[in-house]
């Protein structure tokens, strides 16, 4: 059985860091993208963060710039690495595998960015 399990999350200052890891557990094969979503309360999912098995990565206009997703093949395992961290990043962040066969969805972190 196949879980995506998700850490890094926490309270940090306006202008601080955090890094989000996501990790597989159980056998996963032929994954085409990888990715973060987040949600905040009373607002839709949206996707943060996005990479390809072939490295191509994608941005919502919001963090541009500040947000650097990042991916281990071998591990299977998919990073994102939150700078400048702002109080409209508060959400939680869900780790999102795609494969040529189902979606995985990890399990959620929140992330609370507060002075």
């Known amino acids: 059985q196949v879980q995506l399990v998700e850490s890094g999350g926490g309270l940090v200052q306006p202008g601080g860091s955090l890094r989000l890891s996501c990790a597989v557990s159980?056998?996963?094969?032929?994954?085409?993208?990888m990715g973060w979503y987040r949600q905040a309360p009373g607002k839709e999912r949206e996707l943060v963060a996005g990479?390809?098995?072939?490295?191509?990565?994608s941005y919502a206009d919001s963090v541009k710039g500040r947000f650097t997703i990042s991916s281990d093949n071998v591990k299977n395992a998919v990073y994102l690495q939150m700078n400048s961290l702002k109080p409209e990043d508060t959400a939680v962040y869900y780790c999102?595998?795609?494969?040529?066969?189902?979606?995985?969805w990890g399990q959620g972190t929140q992330v609370t960015i507060s002075s």
């Open positions: 999102h595998i795609q494969t040529q066969v189902r979606g995985y």
């Open positions: 159980g056998s996963i094969f032929s994954i085409n993208f």
């Open positions: 990479i390809s098995t072939g490295g191509s990565t």
